[in-house]
């Protein structure tokens, strides 16, 4: 998912040219960086042990504050890798009193997680017989033509299959096609390297991260809002698949268009045609598919009756009339749950047969294709949640943000959403959005607001770090293309950041709170 990359070294596409970037491409990250983040993490949680005792703060919570620090800066050094460092819980909550050690792991096998995990499955299969790139071909070749309009249909694609896959995975699935397709233009003698290849490039990583914000499973993000506030607040009324739905994928609707506007008008002189935009390249990708194979339908079949099921569980309420949940027929419609939908189809995948001899839909080698340290990492996230608040650190600091309190809404909204589109471009967007979530789950107590108010528009920013190559895993990738300079990304990423910060306001302040049933004053009895 959205992680950050320590090297560029690799290369997962053939191709690639090298020339572009020079030797960013071929040389590691400095290795002091990691030696120095270690150290300094170490010093930073004893020092804070050792300090006096703030006025106001436990000792739990100062404990729990110095491994907060501890994992943040090793998060954002990358002293050890970031799934490696989700572990610091398991060790550091039992031996400084902060936690039991079943209080420490309960977390990592949150049902938030196995929901995380059942999608990841269902993509794993989708991937594994290549339903993902005759889709995506699919929507290029109707969309894409003039270099301007095949940068939109590489965003519309891009973003369409990463609501429900990984980030990483559709990018790096994305790349090689648009790299022939910047090869195809080049054959006819069309100078892309100043205008076409950079935003193409950029436009694949920007859509990825647009796309995630869509659905629950889009993005780590999304799922660790939705285990920490489960966590924190089980008395609330649930965020499901289909409500979630209903406030992101029209900020996905509304962001793609306008991104797509910006890269080819303003960060990039992208031209309205150009000999060799025929859409060749596309043509052969698709006749080197060849026909849509069995096993491609019958993926494509469980993965549309997953996500109609998520979507249609609970009743739905669009407005003019309640469409009834599928749920209203079981004996307890309530215990069953989006996890439970996740579990259950990726199961039957194990059971399905593909229509090849001997082979289901997926089999044995699910597990190399799920990205496991990505699941570890929502479970560290989890159980740092649960200790921040619990150890009544996260009350603490809500009271030094008590300011935010004098604010009016859609000022409070636009206000998170800032600060955590320019954190997450410094630090992994799931490790800011892990640390973030309790503090602002107590801030919310605080300052007696809806804590959806403070978390969902926090939550979306997470996923919009456009500017600098680091700050996702899509952004590395196409940094490493070759293709992409950090001076083009940062240009085309400030003008991004600016236009997201406040789509994710406007919208989620207009959409969000009314679909949410989110009070503008005053918090509900749950959240007491």
């Not at 610091?88 to 050690?101: C, Y």
Request: with cysteine; net charge positive.
């Amino acid at each position: 998912m959205e992680q950050r990359t320590a090297t560029r070294a690799w290369l997962p596409w053939p191709g690639v040219p090298r020339h572009a970037t020079g030797s960013i491409l071929t040389t590691p990250a400095p290795p002091l960086r990691p030696v120095i983040g270690l150290t300094l993490g170490i010093v930073l949680a004893a020092g804070l042990i050792a300090a006096p005792l703030p006025e106001g703060m436990s000792e739990a919570g100062r404990r729990t504050a110095a491994v907060s620090v501890l994992m943040a800066v090793w998060w954002i050094s990358e002293a050890l890798p970031i799934a490696a460092t989700a572990l610091v819980p398991i060790v550091a909550f039992p031996l400084l009193g902060i936690g039991s050690t079943r209080d420490a792991c309960a977390p990592y096998a949150d049902p938030v997680n196995l929901f995380f995990l059942g999608g990841l499955m269902i993509a794993a299969a989708v991937e594994r017989w290549g339903l993902h790139r005759r889709l995506a071909l699919h929507v290029m070749r109707r969309l894409g033509g003039s270099p301007r309009r095949l940068v939109l249909g590489f965003m519309t694609a891009t973003g369409l299959i990463s609501m429900w896959t990984s980030n990483a995975a559709t990018t790096m699935m994305m790349l090689p096609i648009a790299i022939a397709v910047i090869e195809h233009f080049e054959e006819a003698r069309v100078d892309t390297r100043a205008g076409f290849a950079p935003a193409l490039m950029i436009s694949i990583a920007y859509a990825a991260s647009i796309g995630g914000v869509g659905t629950l499973v889009g993005t780590p993000p999304n799922v660790i809002f939705l285990g920490t506030f489960t966590r924190l607040f089980p008395d609330a009324p649930p965020v499901g698949f289909a409500t979630w739905m209903l406030v992101g994928a029209p900020i996905a609707a509304v962001m793609t268009p306008l991104a797509w506007l910006f890269l080819v008008r303003v960060a990039f002189a992208v031209p309205a045609t150009a000999g060799g935009g025929d859409g060749g390249a596309l043509r052969q990708a698709l006749a080197d598919l060849g026909p849509m194979s069995t096993p491609e339908r019958r993926v494509l079949l469980v993965f549309a009756a997953t996500a109609l099921l998520w979507v249609f569980r609970a009743d739905l309420d669009v407005g003019f009339a309640t469409l009834p949940g599928w749920t209203r027929v079981l004996p307890n419609p309530k215990a069953v749950d989006d996890t439970v939908i996740a579990v259950g189809m990726a199961t039957l995948l194990f059971v399905l047969p593909s229509g090849a001899p001997g082979m289901r839909l997926l089999g044995n080698d699910w597990t190399k294709r799920v990205p496991w340290g990505v699941l570890v990492l929502l479970g560290g996230g989890f159980a740092l949640a649960t200790a921040v608040e619990s150890s009544g650190l996260a009350a603490w600091l809500a009271e030094r943000l008590g300011r935010l309190g004098t604010m009016p809404p859609f000022a409070l909204i636009l206000t998170i959403t800032v600060l955590l589109v320019v954190l997450t471009e410094f630090t992994v967007n799931s490790a800011i959005t892990a640390l973030m979530m309790p503090v602002l789950a107590a801030t919310a107590r605080g300052l007696q607001v809806d804590p959806r108010l403070l978390m969902i528009p926090a939550t979306l920013a997470a996923s919009f770090g456009f500017m600098m190559p680091g700050g996702t895993a899509p952004n590395a990738m196409v940094f490493a293309s070759g293709h992409v300079t950090v001076a083009q990304m940062v240009r085309a990423g400030i003008g991004i950041d600016l236009i997201g910060i406040l789509v994710i306001a406007i919208v989620f302040f207009l959409v969000g709170v009314p679909v949410f049933g989110i009070a503008t004053s005053g918090a509900p009895a749950w959240a007491q």
